[in-house]
Nanobody
Framework: QVQFVESGGGLVQPGGSLRLSCAAS????????MGWYRQAPGQQRELVAS???????DYAHSVKGRFTISRDNAKNTVYLQMNGLAPEDTAVYYC????????WGQGTQVTVSS
């Protein structure tokens, strides 16, 4: 199994930026197509960005042009750079495989509010 630990969330004003990190526990990470997900209160968890093991990226329409996913296989880490944050981006953010077959981590809370 691979464990994930998310970090980097916080409170930010509308229009602000945050960079989330997700550290994986095993080097097999480099072979996993990864995704960033978010879950807002009362809503289902949704995939917002993904990156293949070779670096190809894809984004949900709601975040395209504002969020950037990247990975550093040497550090077993995937990142989510979030710019132009809006209140509707408020959620707990998680990472997992693009096909989420691993245990979920604790997530990191992102709150966008003035």
């Amino acid at each position: 199994q691979v464990q994930f630990v998310e970090s980097g969330g916080g409170l930010v004003q509308p229009g602000g930026s945050l960079r989330l990190s997700c550290a994986a526990s095993r080097s097999i990470f480099r072979f996993i197509d990864m995704g960033w997900y978010r879950q807002a209160p009362g809503q289902q968890r949704e995939l917002v960005a993904s990156i293949t093991s070779s670096g190809n990226t894809d984004y949900a329409h709601s975040v395209k042009g504002r969020f950037t996913i990247s990975r550093d296989n040497a550090k077993n880490t995937v990142y989510l750079q979030m710019n132009g944050l809006a209140p509707e981006d408020t959620a707990v953010y998680y990472c997992n495989g693009k096909v989420p077959r691993y245990n979920w981590g604790q997530g990191t809370q992102v709150t966008v509010s003035s």
